[in-house]
């Protein structure tokens, strides 16, 4: 029986939830007929489709008739099951007419391919803004007639807004000193970039409490005029002053209708009817300066990387007020110059401590992790060296160890940047190439970046796997549960920022039971009177030797074996546990 062909075909066992879908749906009620009329072409195609862990849609016959896999059904939303054995273009019919052409095409016999391609679905309830890359193939029967199409598909709408609003960011964080005449003007270049990036935030306000304690708004963009003149944030923007905490307003498309930016985004216009209302903080206060009203698009979906975006637009717009209150500062005490040295060391001192605790990482770190930082020659100076430990979906975690050039300030600084870029951009991708290749791209853009080093990686305690790239960083040591130590090479490459459009290597590692991950800087290993390659082969010997111990207890050993002296630079080391 074909019905029977159709299942052997079928590798997997016990069969997924769309497998199953797809070999027990009625197709004798489809344009497809039943199983025991398909050609072997169809038969196997089918099974190629159902056995790939890649998304794969199956498109078969003049009446398009859908047959998709597991990965593939995400990609459908609330349309999944129902789009099984259905046609194309009922299924996607708000993209039909960008797919027609397309379609056409291949089956005269001419593949397709598509990169980032914007496709406004409303596979979810509401207009979205997508972005995919996909290859629409023909599928031929024996005779030379395309009975069908293979479209192989990946979405890619994570990624793309993910190096959008990193471009955002930039442009925020590379706003000139000379903008910020005070703090008024300061927020209304700040607003100005947001108001470029209106796909994003479709429009933006700024509150700031004044010095006799009233807040007022500073700047706005993307709404009428006036002080706020419905009051819808009044409220919003005094419970986020009092609590510190940020707060989401909804209802807008009712008590505001109208509140639409036409060409804002993509997708079209759209009422706004969600925005978040951020405390702004600024250096040296301990509660929020005033709020950052941000709209919400109506075409994006509110989940974790949106909010972090919002979150440090806001942390951007706050950097810009502390720059310009310094700049006040420093207009209103030029004749009082000591006074304002004293002030300005204070300001720095802060700035110091707030980097300080940034570049510890977490404070509860996942199981099987332990972590350790040392500032050189015992000082409290911060330095550049950092690490980080980052939770991602699925129980993985993303871990960093990075090293600026220089020390002080100026090095932390940089490190702050780097080290909030990569936290962002892991959550938005969990590939480590990929993360190095957009920190290059930053890099190149902040100063005192160029030539960074950085070691990036992706841990999954389910698979006992390491997914890795270095961008000019000492290698990695994993030392196994039988004393044998390997240092972690292959995806090694240039610091960051030294060569344009680098493509960065990524390798993936087995990690055995009981193994042990060490990151680590140089200053661990490095001695001004030694060899490096010395010093590494001495912290593997290390490493193998303390397997047994507990990762908290293995750091103690480590730190006492290998700085025994005070260091010459900053040590920032980071140990996993393999299960």
């Keep these: 029986m074909l019905q029977d062909r159709l299942i052997e075909l079928v590798a997997r066992a016990p069969h997924s939830d769309v497998q199953r879908l797809v070999l027990e749906h009625d ?54 099951p129902a789009a099984v054995g ?33 496709l406004v679905t409303s596979r979810d309830g509401f207009d979205e803004e997508t972005f995919f890359t996909f290859s629409f193939s023909p599928v031929v029967e024996p005779g030379g007639r395309v009975a069908g199409i293979l479209d192989t598909v990946v979405e890619t709408t994570p990624r793309v807004l993910a190096a959008r609003r990193m471009g955002v960011l930039q442009e925020l964080g590379s706003l000139p000193r000379s903008v910020h005449g005070g703090t008024v003007e300061a927020c209304t270049a700040a607003l100005g970039v947001l108001a470029r990036a209106r796909a994003d935030c479709p429009f933006g306000q700024v509150y700031l409490v004044g010095d006799d304690g009233r807040t007022r708004m500073a700047a706005r963009y993307g709404t009428p005029g006036g002080d706020d003149p419905p009051g ?37 216009p759209a009422d706004v009817d969600t925005a978040v209302v951020v405390p702004l903080t600024v250096a040296g206060q301990t509660g929020p300066a005033g709020a950052v009203v941000l709209g919400v698009s109506p075409h994006l979906r509110m989940d974790e990387q949106y909010r972090v975006f919002l979150t440090l637009v806001a942390g951007q717009v706050g950097a810009a007020v502390t720059d310009a209150q310094a700049v006040e500062h420093e207009r209103r005490r030029a ?31 996942p199981d099987g992790f332990a972590v350790h930082y040392e500032p050189a ?58 993360v190095l290749r957009a920190l290059d791209r930053f890099a190149a853009l902040v100063p005192g970046a160029v030539c960074s080093t950085v070691f990036c990686a992706v841990v999954d305690p389910a698979t006992r796997t390491l997914r890795y790239s270095s961008a000019g960083h000492v290698p990695a040591i994993v030392a196994d549960a039988d004393g044998a130590f390997r240092f972690l090479t292959e995806a090694g490459s240039l610091p960051l920022a030294v060569v344009d459009d680098l493509v960065r290597p990524e390798v993936d590692v087995v990690l055995q039971p009981g193994s042990t991950l060490l990151l680590y800087t140089d200053g661990l290993v490095e001695r001004r009177d030694g060899d490096l390659d010395a010093g590494m082969a001495r912290a593997a010997a290390a490493l193998a030797e303390g397997r047994s111990l507990p990762p908290a207890a293995l750091v103690g050993v480590l730190t006492d074996q290998l700085l025994d002296d005070a260091p010459d630079d900053d040590v920032a080391l980071l140990l996993y546990r393999c299960h």
């Design 377 to 434: 020659t015992g000082t409290l100076e911060v330095g550049g060296d950092w690490y980080d430990v980052v939770d991602l979906p699925d129980g993985r975690h993303g871990v960093v160890v990075g090293d600026v050039v220089g020390r002080g300030l100026a090095a932390a600084a940089v490190m702050g940047q780097l080290r909030s870029a990569g936290r962002a951009l892991l959550l938005e991708s969990r590939s480590p190439a990929h």
């Design 27 to 80: 197709w004798a009620s489809t344009p497809l007929g039943a199983v025991e009329t398909w050609s072997p072409t169809l038969l196997a195609t089918v099974g190629t489709c159902l056995n790939s862990r890649f998304p794969m849609l199956l498109i078969w016959g003049p009446d398009l008739v859908m047959v998709y896999n597991d990965a593939y059904a995400p990609l459908l939303g609330s349309r999944h």
């Design 232 to 268: 819808l944030f009044a409220d919003p923007v005094r419970t986020v002053l009092y609590t510190g905490r940020t707060v989401r307003v909804t209802g807008l498309a009712q008590r505001l209708p109208g509140l639409s930016v036409p060409s804002a985004s993509p997708a079209g």
């Design 86 to 118: 259905r046609s194309l273009s009922d299924v996607w019919a708000d993209i039909w007419p960008t797919l027609r052409g397309m379609v056409e095409d291949v089956h005269g016999g001419q593949a397709t391919f598509s990169e980032d391609l914007l």
């Design 335 to 365: 004749d009082e110059r000591a006074e304002l040295d004293h002030a300005r060391a204070q300001f720095f001192t802060e700035v110091a401590v707030t980097l300080q605790r940034a570049v510890l990482g977490p404070t509860v770190l």
